[in-house]
C-alpha cells in the first residue's frame, strides 16, 4: 500500500492487495501530502486516503482528516459509514467534523466577492501592483489575480491603490474583467454612500 499520495503501484501490485474505497489512518511517515491544502502531512496525524483508480494503477489520494471534512466531508462520511480504519485507531466523533464542514462553508458564503473596495484598516497592507504601502483609512480597491500555487492556477485578492487599478486590470495575471467592472464594483460594495462610491471612481479614472 502506497505511503505517498503519488506514489501508485504497479497493476501487479494491485492484482495482489484489493484496496478499501477509504482508509483512515495514522500517517506512518512525513512523506506523504494533503491533496486538499498541499502541506506535509506529519506522522502520525490522522489522514484519509481516498482511492484513485487510474491508468498506471491503484493507488490513495492522501488528505488530512480535518482538511477533508472541510473539503470532501461526502467522502468522509462514506468512510465513516464503512468504518474504514484499523482496530485501535482513535478518530473523532463525525458530528465533530461536520462542524468543520459547516464554518468552511459559512467562511465561503461570507467572502466578499471581487471586486469591492474599502478604507484600509492599517497601514500594514502593500498594493499588489506597484508595492507601495496602502495608508490607513485611504481607499484601496480589491482585486482577482490569478496565482500558481505548487503548480495550479488559482485566483486570489489582492489590494490595489484605486490610481493603480487601471493598470492591474491590464496586467496579464488579473483575473477580475474590465467589461462591467464600474457596474460589479458597485454591486459588491457593501454599505458605501454614493459620496463614497464617486470619490473611488475618481481615484481610479479611466480605465481604457
Not at 54 to 83: I, K, M, S
Not at 139 to 157: A, M, P
Not at 183 to 205: M, P, V
Request: charged share 35%.
Amino acid at each position: 500500500m502506497p505511503d505517498s499520495n503519488e506514489d501508485i503501484p504497479s497493476e501487479t501490485n494491485v492484482e495482489e492487495e484489493v484496496l478499501a474505497p477509504y482508509l483512515i489512518e495514522a500517517a506512518r511517515s512525513s512523506r506523504s501530502k494533503c491533496r486538499t491544502c498541499k502541506r506535509k502531512i506529519e506522522k502520525d496525524l490522522l489522514r484519509i486516503g481516498i482511492l484513485l483508480e487510474g491508468p498506471y494503477g491503484t493507488g490513495y489520494l492522501w488528505h488530512h482528516l480535518n482538511c477533508a471534512a472541510r473539503r470532501r466531508f461526502e467522502d468522509v462520511e462514506a468512510a465513516y459509514e464503512q468504518v474504514s480504519w484499523a482496530e485501535g485507531v482513535e478518530v473523532p466523533e463525525l458530528a465533530e467534523l461536520k462542524k468543520l464542514q459547516e464554518a468552511a462553508e459559512k467562511k465561503k458564503a461570507d467572502k466578499q466577492e471581487s471586486p469591492w473596495a474599502e478604507r484600509a484598516k492599517s497601514g500594514r497592507s502593500k498594493c499588489k501592483n506597484c508595492e507601495e504601502v496602502i495608508e490607513k483609512e485611504t481607499w484601496r480597491v480589491i482585486l482577482d489575480r490569478e496565482v500558481e500555487f505548487f503548480g495550479q492556477s488559482r485566483n486570489t485578492q489582492v489590494n490595489i491603490h484605486p490610481a493603480c487599478v487601471a493598470a492591474e486590470l491590464a496586467s496579464d495575471d488579473c483575473s477580475t474583467e474590465v467589461d462591467g467592472f464600474e457596474e460589479a464594483l458597485r454591486e459588491n460594495c457593501r454599505g458605501l454612500s454614493e459620496e463614497d462610491f464617486a470619490e473611488i471612481l475618481k481615484g481610479i479614472g479611466e480605465l481604457y
